[in-house]
């Protein structure tokens, strides 16, 4: 198989989004959000790795249609998930009522690319004997989320992960917010946190704090990343995974650590003030940034 500069793999998640004016039934998870996100900035060298029942494949083929490349491995189930939001949209409940089957390296074995993101949902997902043999095709980011859930009774719970230090040794880039970031180091101040992660490995540290915007920390430096203002609050789901997009398909095109936290703020804002994937456009982006 050729070497795609990107390659995001995870679960599409079968989503029902329950907030106070509606409920809504759609397809969800990061790989969902982030290929509808990157076909607006520019998919030609993008590779979508995902799993999910046959009779869910309708979401793949749609994705193919907007000229995405997708490799879509079979499982028993699709992920669902139920999130329920309150007035506050940084505050959610979830319930999994269906899990996937676990990726393995078998079926990921003829992948390459320069940057593989693992869009974890599930503590599960990918275990660490995915991780080392990942670490040794390309550049590995995550989004912690996943590892730090754990299914119970179909409750979702939030736990730390017992395989940390062994696994972020072989993790370039990755990306936690505050909760998480408070259950994976026990540190309540981003810098303290960052600082903690990069000594367990993690070359680039990207800590996503709401309004208060994000901090990158990588090769001994620092960078506090603004929020910008949203115009209103539509959906906050799929943020973080919005945030990876912008900042990886900027990192991947030369771009510094501080122009891509940028990028990946803006491209945040304009996510949130609608339902669904990001569809705005790299000019609105940078639009955004320059105020």
Not at 39 to 64: C, W, Y
């Amino acid at each position: 198989m050729n070497t795609h500069s990107l390659c995001c793999i995870g679960y599409i998640t079968q989503d029902k989004v329950v907030t106070p004016k509606n409920t809504i039934y759609m397809p969800g998870g990061t790989s969902f959000y982030f290929a509808h996100a990157i076909k607006h900035l520019n998919a030609s060298d993008f590779l979508l790795i995902t799993a999910l029942a046959d009779t869910d494949m309708g979401v793949v083929e749609d994705i193919r249609k907007e000229g995405i490349s997708v490799k879509a491995l079979h499982s028993t189930h699709s992920v669902c998930f139920e999130n329920i939001y309150g007035e506050n949209q940084n505050e959610r409940t979830q319930r999994v009522t269906a899990k996937a089957d676990p990726f393995t390296v078998e079926g990921l074995k003829d992948i390459n690319a320069r940057i593989i993101h693992l869009g974890s949902l599930l503590a599960d997902d990918f275990s660490l004997e995915v991780i080392k043999f990942l670490s040794g095709k390309g550049l590995l980011s995550v989004d912690v989320q996943g590892f730090l859930r754990k299914v119970d009774n179909e409750k979702v719970l939030a736990v730390d992960w017992p395989e940390k230090k062994e696994a972020l040794k072989y993790i370039h880039i990755l990306k936690a917010n505050e909760a998480e970031m408070e259950v994976l180091t026990g540190c309540r101040e981003p810098h303290e946190a960052a600082l903690l992660i990069a000594d367990w490995g993690v070359k680039e540290v990207l800590l996503t704090l709401g309004d208060k915007g994000s901090l990158i920390y990588a090769q001994g430096e620092f960078h506090e990343i603004p929020a910008y203002p949203a115009l209103q609050i539509t959906d906050a789901t799929g943020c973080g995974d919005t945030y990876m997009v912008g900042y990886l398909y900027m990192r991947n095109k030369g771009a510094s650590h501080w122009e891509a936290g940028c990028f990946a703020a803006a491209m945040c804002t304009i996510k949130l003030q609608s339902h669904g994937p990001f569809c705005g456009t790299e000019e609105a982006i940078n639009n955004v940034i320059r105020g």
